[in-house]
């Protein structure tokens, strides 16, 4: 059976057809309409999806926001620019005529990841650091969804009680500081207005602010990390998204995390499926794996 995976981000929405055992192909992607309504998304779904959709039988969708009950409840509705609420399942199965499954972004990407380690690790957590920071864990094989759909929503616990407002309502949370906006949200003088992608760019040319930048996030992440590993114990955290899988991001994060107190060290690993580990954690999970 081919699954329609389609992965929905802060940023960007991406789809592809997952075949078998994740063999991916005809992956493509869209940039996510920063629009308050959710015909925008809608339409943007529609011709996301319109090129792969008579090849597939079911659909499987990894999203930003919170999944309950098929629908999308964004928890940081800036992230989606103001969308709250969005029909997930009952619009795709309108559009696709195709039984159709959601779960988080995060949620999804730690179910790949987790199957790609192999069996070796049985507790395992998994963060995406793009445009928000997003979580999943996997907890004795068992992937943690909760009983409302939050679970693993590791990006609005508090890094900085004097830190920046973040867009869920709470004041200084890993978010609004480590993520790709949290990034480009403190950038000042010569680098106001840039997107995180831009401010990586240019510390790579050594300027000094952006450098701090992404210093000031890695530093936020591996705080995070040793939280996390306090909470699950979990035996390796595996590191995704634009900023998370940036060149040198993960190399800071571990030099931050080694200063922390042995106790809260864990193993770190950058995705092994690199960008597609929502879209393929979502297609496992509609195969029922
Ligand atoms: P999404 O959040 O839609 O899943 P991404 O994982 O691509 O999308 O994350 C988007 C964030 O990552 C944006 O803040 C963007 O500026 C940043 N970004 C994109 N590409 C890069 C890159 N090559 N290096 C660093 N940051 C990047
Ligand atoms: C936010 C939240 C999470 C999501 C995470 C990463 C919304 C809309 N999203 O914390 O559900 O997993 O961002 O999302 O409230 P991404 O867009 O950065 O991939
Ligand atoms: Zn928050």
């Not at 997930?88 to 790949?112: H, I, K, Y």
Request: with cysteine; charged share 15%; aromatic share 4%.
């Amino acid at each position: 059976m081919t699954t329609l995976a389609i992965d929905i981000g802060g940023t960007k929405l991406a789809a592809a057809l997952v075949d078998g055992r994740l063999q991916m192909r005809d992956r493509h992607e869209l940039p996510t309409p920063a629009s308050k309504t959710p015909q925008a998304l809608r339409a943007a779904l529609e011709a996301l999806i319109e090129p792969l959709l008579a090849q597939a039988q079911r659909v499987a969708i990894a999203s930003t926001g919170i999944i309950r009950e098929g629908a999308l409840l964004a928890l940081n509705p800036l992230n989606l620019g103001g969308l709250m609420h969005f029909p997930l399942v009952q619009t795709l199965e309108s559009l696709t005529g195709l039984p159709t499954l959601a779960v988080n972004d995060a949620q999804a990407a730690a179910w790949a990841e987790y199957h790609a380690l192999g069996g070796e690790y049985h507790d395992m957590a998994f963060i995406t650091v793009s445009t928000g920071v997003g979580g999943g864990v996997v907890s004795n094989g068992k992937l943690l969804t909760g009983a409302g759909g939050l679970a693993g929503h590791v990006g609005h616990t508090l890094a900085d009680p004097n830190g920046p407002q973040c867009g869920c309502g709470r004041v200084g949370c890993v978010e609004a500081i480590a993520s790709g906006r949290g990034i480009a949200a403190a950038a000042e003088g010569s680098l106001a207005g840039c997107d995180a992608k831009t401010i990586f760019s240019w510390a790579g040319q050594g300027d000094e602010q952006a450098c701090q930048l992404i210093q000031r996030s890695a530093c936020t992440l591996a705080r995070l990390i040793a939280d996390v590993k306090a909470t699950t114990d979990c035996q390796c955290v595996v590191i995704g998204g634009s900023v998370g899988l940036a060149e040198g991001y993960l190399a800071q994060v571990k030099a931050w995390l080694v200063q922390e107190p042995a106790a809260y060290h864990v193993k770190l690993l950058a995705a092994h499926y690199r960008h597609d580990a929502g879209l393929l954690g979502a297609a496992l999970l509609a195969q029922g794996e």
